[in-house]
């Protein structure tokens, strides 16, 4: 049902920014924004459950809790960016929005690195 509510939203921010956009474009912006907050907050109590569910799992499998915390930090970087970058774009700003997403890339692999050295120690430690 949640999706129905999305999907809703999502449609009548379209349809009132395509009649907005030619007469007032700020206004189309800010319905657009908007709308991908009030989606952001309609999906938000998902994510925590999720992030909830992940953690019992972690603990359950006896997953040292910083790589889970790095993943969702990855995961949380990943649509922060994507999220940026949308708006932006719909701003018309295309060559920002690549910025946006190239940084998010970047703080990514820097995320990575810790989780990249302990699987190749790990691999070496096995190969020895």
Do not use: N
């Amino acid at each position: 049902m949640d999706i129905v509510q999305i999907a809703g939203i999502g449609l009548i921010a379209a349809l009132l920014a395509a009649l907005l956009r030619h007469q007032a474009p700020q206004i189309a912006l800010l319905v657009s924004l908007f709308a991908g907050t009030a989606i952001f907050l309609l999906i938000i109590q998902k994510v925590a459950a999720v992030v909830g569910a992940v953690e019992q799992l972690a603990r359950a499998a006896h997953i040292d809790w910083m790589f889970v915390q790095t993943i969702f930090k990855i995961v949380g970087i990943a649509y922060i960016a994507e999220f940026g970058a949308q708006i932006v774009r719909d701003a018309g700003e295309s060559a920002l929005a690549g910025k946006i997403e190239l940084a998010g890339k970047v703080l990514i692999m820097v995320l990575a690195v810790p989780i990249l050295t302990t699987v190749v120690e790990t691999v070496l430690h096995v190969l020895r």
